[in-house]
């Protein structure tokens, strides 16, 4: 059964400064999904990871997967406070030709001055 | 842009109701899924529907629920017998393909279920 690490669950974070997420799984999947949440809020697609050594950047967020290590990394440079929120990763797991996503615990990030 | 709607925003019940949740799924989309997050925990996968079928439940998703898709729109989760531990924001999804492709689901803004 996929199971799906992520680290650390508690983030808190000076403003200017950088600092990594990680996601790791356990058993092979080649897509991994990074979303982000805001408190009562509903899961906001950011990052669509579909291969071995994908990388995307989007503002100050980088997200890469390392399919071989199961391994997802987010890095944040330069936090600003409107980065808070919990991001969550999730690895999509395929059965019988379908599929589903199977989430981390999620990293809630705090940005303060 | 195209969104997941979910009605409705927050629904009280007693232990023991039936409860029906609705969800409007993106109008090209093929694939339904309900999640369901406990409160403070991680978001947890409920059940995939595809052709007007479930492809696949998960251990959580036993007799009490079921899920429709009466009128080619409308996707519903329901819960027969509701107990105090159904308590969760549910969350729906839909997506235009499988995820073997570069389409991410795209989520709801949740229904927060709350049984007393």
């Known amino acids: 059964e996929l199971k799906v690490e992520q680290n650390p669950l508690f983030l808190s974070m000076q403003e200017g400064k950088n600092y990594t997420i990680y996601c790791n799984y356990s058993t092979t999947s080649d897509r991994l999904y990074w979303y982000r949440q805001d408190p009562g809020k509903s899961l906001e697609s950011l990052f669509v990871l579909l291969s071995n050594g994908a990388v995307k950047q989007e503002g100050r967020l980088m997200a890469s997967l390392d399919t071989k290590a199961r391994l997802s990394t987010l890095h944040i440079t330069a936090a600003v406070h409107d980065l808070s929120a919990t991001y969550f990763c999730?690895?999509?797991?395929?059965?019988?030709?379908?599929?589903?996503?199977?989430f981390g615990a999620g990293t809630r990030l705090a940005v303060h001055p | 842009e195209p969104e997941v709607t979910q009605t409705p925003s927050h629904q009280v019940t007693q232990m023991g109701q039936e409860v029906i949740l609705r969800c409007v799924p993106i109008?090209?989309?093929?694939?339904f899924y309900w999640y369901r997050q406990i409160l403070g925990q991680k978001v947890e996968f409920l059940v995939s529907f595809y052709n007007n079928e479930i492809s696949e439940k998960s251990e959580i998703f036993d007799d009490q629920f079921s899920v429709e898709r009466p009128d080619g729109s409308n996707f519903t989760l329901k819960i027969r017998s509701t107990k105090l531990e159904d308590s969760a924001m549910y969350f729906c999804a839909s997506s235009e393909t499988s995820s073997y492709s570069n389409q991410p689901q795209h989520f709801g803004d949740g229904t927060r279920l709350s049984i007393l």
């Open positions: 999730a690895v999509v797991s395929f059965s019988g030709g379908y599929n589903k996503l199977i």
């Open positions: 109008s090209n989309h093929l694939y």
